[in-house]
């Protein structure tokens, strides 16, 4: 139980960050930041400043693209608890039993939920009092007796005010102990695959990290240099998934997703609250939101430190709200220290290019980007006078899943990528320090930046059937440090900037009733 000097100081914490966003914004958006003292606020591995309090609590990313072997669906994907060693015994890692794990959809673009998934998981263990062992033999089945701690959950879908059951008592799969305890994980995970009614799949357990990147990027940009890249810093370690694969009609907008096929997904965690004077509520209803993610990287490189854990427990129908981090997508802070560090002009202000990437998504009528690729304005039955800026990832879903797919996505021309939505393959960090440099809106990439992090794809291959994830590692060692162009299909050359379709050359999208065609212009190069 925290101290009195401990409380004291978490609340003093929490009325500076009310203080700072302004009165305007506390009247009408940040009214809801009522956070219990203690309860920490986390996404996107440990990027804000109470993460290390509460992992469990920490949305790592989200992925949400077309399912490449059944396109009718849209596989959802969320993942928590970052940088799990996998030979973290006895206890290993195990999903929030207090926690409420979400995934939502916005499909009329106003920046509030109308799909959420929900799992709440319960745990079981079968002898605590005379085992310490998470197993105490081998196990081979989901429901074997040697698996001596367990869990479930229930996943519900919540929409139009009403809330359902989809599955009861549904097994997770467990933590991937080692080969003794668990002699053939991959058939053990894929019994943790379930059917959900109405042709949906629903999977949650430990998977190998999907992120891929070199994370010294935080020490000055790569070192000041440049020397500090090729080594994938999330290699080897695991996070718990949950995923969904979806038809189509349930999220889009009145069930038809050829006429609205845009949707914006984010995911969050809920976790039990106070009021914002401390009383302590027993109901369900103070489950508080402290935790969300929706574009990759937003919450670490965008929005300012002073409001990071601010932002993570709002809705994004309240972003338009917070002035100051809109500030920073306008006028963010990253190309300044780029131009700082290493001399490369940053474009100029305001960049209403990643208002659109980020706030609005890309259409023509939405900003510079002269393409209609996943703006909410592109479905037919939304309320252009209901559509406001907000943080989620937005996903086209009449784009079909490409045959080749390119790290790159839409820089390269691949239109089913990010940020169309987010693939495990694509390459995030790679596109979107090119697009913080302007190449979404040049179509050309900066040739001094074209080899990113050196880190191109994850260190293990990803499934081809769902729930795609890749098995947990069991060791720390044996990983590539430098895995570029490792995956089939992935040419390198795909940033040579000779090569780029950044989305400024794309042409135009249109939106018909049997879906989009496309008409594509290639860019020249550069000079």
């Known amino acids: 139980m925290k101290t009195t000097s401990a409380r004291l100081r978490s609340r003093r914490t929490l009325d500076h960050s009310l203080v700072v966003l302004g009165a305007g914004a506390l009247a009408t958006g940040l009214a809801v930041l009522t956070l219990a003292p203690g309860i920490s606020a986390a996404s996107s591995h440990r990027e804000a400043p109470m993460t290390a309090g509460d992992p469990r609590a920490d949305n790592t990313d989200v992925y949400a693209f077309t399912s490449?072997?059944?396109?009718?669906?849209?596989?959802?994907?969320?993942?928590?608890?970052?940088?799990?060693?996998?030979?973290?015994?006895?206890?290993?890692?195990?999903?929030?039993?207090?926690?409420?794990?979400?995934?939502?959809i916005d499909n009329t673009g106003d920046g509030a939920a109308d799909v959420t998934y929900t799992w709440r998981f319960r745990n079981q263990v079968r002898d605590a009092e005379n085992q310490f062992l998470y197993n105490t033999g081998p196990v081979r089945r989901i429901d074997d007796p040697n698996l001596n701690f367990r869990q479930t959950y229930d996943l519900t879908v919540t929409e139009g005010g009403s809330t359902r059951t989809l599955l009861h008592n549904a097994p997770v799969a467990p933590s991937r102990v080692g080969r003794a305890s668990m002699p053939n994980y991959g058939a053990l995970r894929a019994q943790a695959v379930r059917q959900v009614p109405g042709g949906a799949k629903a999977f949650a357990g430990q998977a190998e990290d999907p992120f891929f990147a070199d994370l010294r990027v935080f020490d000055l940009l790569y070192g000041g240099n440049l020397s500090e890249r090729g080594q994938d810093t999330l290699a080897r370690y695991n996070v718990n998934s949950v995923a969904l694969q979806v038809p189509k009609k349930f999220l889009a907008l009145r069930g038809n997703a050829t006429r609205n096929p845009v949707v914006g997904v984010w995911s969050t965690t809920d976790r039990e609250g106070a009021d914002v004077m401390g009383d302590r509520k027993k109901t369900s209803d103070s489950l508080r939101q402290v935790s969300r993610l929706g574009n990759p990287l937003v919450n670490e490189v965008v929005v300012p430190l002073k409001y990071k854990d601010a932002f993570n427990s709002i809705s994004p129908d309240q972003d338009r709200t917070v002035q100051p981090v809109v500030d920073k997508v306008y006028d963010p802070i990253l190309p300044k220290l780029i131009q700082k560090i290493y001399g490369i002009p940053a474009p100029a202000t305001p960049r209403n290019d990643l208002a659109e990437i980020y706030l609005t998504g890309i259409c023509k009528a939405c900003g510079p980007i002269k393409a209609d690729l996943n703006a909410h304005r592109l479905n037919k039955d939304a309320d252009p006078r209901q559509i406001f800026p907000a943080e989620e990832l937005r996903l086209n879903m009449g784009i079909a899943p490409a045959k080749r797919p390119q790290r790159l996505g839409v820089l390269a021309g691949d239109l089913a990528g990010f940020p169309n939505g987010r693939r495990l393959t694509d390459d995030v960090i790679d596109i979107s320090l090119q697009a913080v440099e302007g190449a979404a809106q040049t179509g050309k990439l900066v040739p001094a930046l074209a080899a990113g992090d050196k880190v191109d794809t994850n260190d293990v291959r990803f499934g081809k059937t769902f729930p795609y994830l890749a098995l947990p590692s069991t060791s720390k060692s044996g990983g590539r440090s430098n895995n570029r162009a490792a995956e089939a299909g992935q040419a390198s050359t795909a940033l040579d900037p000779t090569n780029a379709v950044a989305i400024g050359g794309v042409g135009a999208l249109l939106l018909g009733t049997g879906g989009f065609r496309l008409w594509r212009r290639r860019n020249t190069h550069a000079g």
């Open 68 to 104: 490449p072997d059944r396109s009718g669906t849209v596989t959802l994907v969320a993942n928590w608890i970052p940088f799990q060693e996998p030979n973290g015994g006895p206890n290993f890692y195990a999903f929030a039993d207090d926690a409420r794990y979400n995934v939502k």
